[in-house]
T-cell receptor, first 115, second 111 residues
Framework: ETGVTQSPTHLIKTRGQQVTLRCSSQ?????VSWYQQALGQGPQFIFQ???????GRGNFPPRFSGLQFPNYSSELNVNALELDDSALYLC??????????????FGPGTRLTVL | SQQGEEDPQALSIQEGENATMNCSYK?????LQWYRQNSGRGLVHLIL?????REKHSGRLRVTLDTSKKSSSLLITASRAADTASYFC???????????FGGGTRVLVKP
């Protein structure tokens, strides 16, 4: 158990809809990163938040957006869902955004299916 | 895009045998990490090796890093059925702790 929780566990949406995924970071961690993992592939970095500000973004379109709250919990929002958005979405919290030796602790993920 | 490529993509061994998997990456790194993932769930951090280190051990795990070849290997000794999982290498570079993952090696340990 990493102390990072995500909700919901599973979600089914239809194309064009919007979805919000939630992540609760490990206590004391001020940095959260979101990753998308398609079936059979490695996770791909979506974006990172540090103290409520976006701190880096991967190669994802603007319809992927996020928020980090004062208690360091976080949301990932995806608008205008496409079939290719079907994936496992993982959040990871860490103590320090800048430290390259800082371990990231992953939550169990949210499985999103877009029909 | 994936930074690293794992080899092999899949591995099947008997309990008690050693499992070796390799990871290659493309750009300079600060460190390289290995993660395990069970049944498509969250990733568990296994070990981190810094770019100035060549070898690191943790329990039954041994990791090597060759920055001149941009490659790393993970060895699991005396494997157990519970080691059945997917294993991913992840690198980070100048952008702090944004991780770039490889495609993973799926390991099946048969009892």
């Amino acid at each position: 158990e990493t102390g990072v929780t995500q909700s919901p566990t599973h979600l089914i949406k239809t194309r064009g809809q919007q979805v919000t995924l939630r992540c609760s970071s490990q206590s004391g961690h001020n940095t959260v990163s979101w990753y998308q993992q398609a079936l059979g592939q490695g996770p791909q970095f979506i974006f990172q938040y540090y103290r409520e500000e976006e701190n880096g973004r991967g190669n994802f379109p603007p319809r992927f957006s996020g928020l980090q709250f004062p208690n360091y919990s976080s949301e990932l929002n995806v608008n205008a869902l496409e079939l290719d958005d079907s994936a496992l979405y993982l959040c990871a919290s860490s103590l320090d955004r800048a430290s390259s030796t800082d371990t990231q602790y992953f939550g169990p993920g949210t499985r999103l299916t877009v029909l | 895009s994936q930074q690293g490529e794992e080899d092999p993509q899949a591995l099947s061994i008997q309990e008690g045998e050693n499992a070796t998997m390799n990871c290659s990456y493309k750009t300079s790194i600060n460190n390289l990490q290995w993660y395990r993932q069970n049944s498509g769930r969250g990733l568990v951090h296994l070990i981190l090796i810094r770019s100035n280190e060549r070898e690191k051990h943790s329990g039954r795990l041994r990791v090597t890093l060759d920055t001149s070849k941009k490659s790393s290997s993970l060895l699991i000794t005396a494997s157990r059925a519970a080691d059945t999982a997917s294993y991913f290498c992840a690198t980070d570079g100048a952008a702090g702790n944004k991780l770039t993952f490889g495609g993973g090696t799926r390991v099946l340990v048969k009892p």
